[in-house]
């Protein structure tokens, strides 16, 4: 799926044209703490991968199922990638790590407009020394 494209690394797709102008994402935050899942608009989005993709290089992931019913496509992923900026205030570990996510999504007229992801974010921030 192309939107999960958007998080590897060489990451060629653009945004616009697969995520509506009208695109809310249902995360839980890959660059802060909180475990509530907040709703971003399209720039916001676009800001949260930017942030993610100065820290993070090597972005690789693997498809592991795929299902879709209707306008709605369900992938699970897991993804790997080397920490190397300062991330969350904390410099570089260098580290590749791996971690899970199942992302929903909703299409209307060949555009994502709504995504729902959870993840492993407990093992990303365990895996990066962030959790003792």
Same mark, same amino acid.
């Given at each position: 799926?192309?939107?999960?494209?958007?998080?590897?690394?060489?990451?060629? #797709?653009?945004?616009?044209?697969?995520?509506?102008?009208?695109? #809310?994402?249902?995360?839980?935050? !890959?660059?802060?703490?909180?475990?509530?899942?907040? &709703?971003?608009?399209?720039? +916001? $989005? &676009?800001? +949260?991968?930017?942030? $993610?993709?100065? !820290?993070? &290089?090597?972005?690789?992931?693997?498809?592991?199922?795929? =299902?879709?019913?209707?306008?709605? #496509?369900?992938?699970?992923?897991?993804? *790997?990638?080397?920490?190397?900026?300062?991330?969350?205030? +904390?410099?570089?570990?260098?580290?590749?790590?791996?971690?899970? *996510? =199942?992302? $929903? #999504?909703?299409?209307?007229?060949?555009?994502?407009? +709504?995504?729902? =992801?959870?993840?492993?974010?407990?093992?990303?921030? &365990?895996?990066?020394?962030?959790?003792?």
């Amino acid at each position: 799926m192309q939107a999960i494209g958007l998080w590897m690394s060489g990451n060629k #797709v653009d945004p616009d044209t697969i995520l509506s102008p009208n695109y #809310v994402n249902n995360l839980d935050s !890959a660059t802060t703490t909180s475990a509530a899942p907040q &709703k971003r608009d399209l720039q +916001e $989005f &676009k800001a +949260e991968v930017a942030k $993610f993709h100065n !820290a993070f &290089k090597d972005v690789k992931t693997i498809n592991t199922m795929q =299902v879709a019913e209707g306008d709605l #496509v369900s992938t699970h992923v897991t993804v *790997s990638a080397q920490h190397v900026g300062s991330f969350m205030g +904390e410099p570089p570990t260098n580290k590749t790590i791996t971690w899970d *996510s =199942v992302e $929903f #999504v909703r299409i209307k007229d060949g555009k994502i407009v +709504e995504a729902w =992801v959870t993840w492993d974010k407990y093992g990303f921030l &365990k895996q990066l020394g962030l959790l003792k």
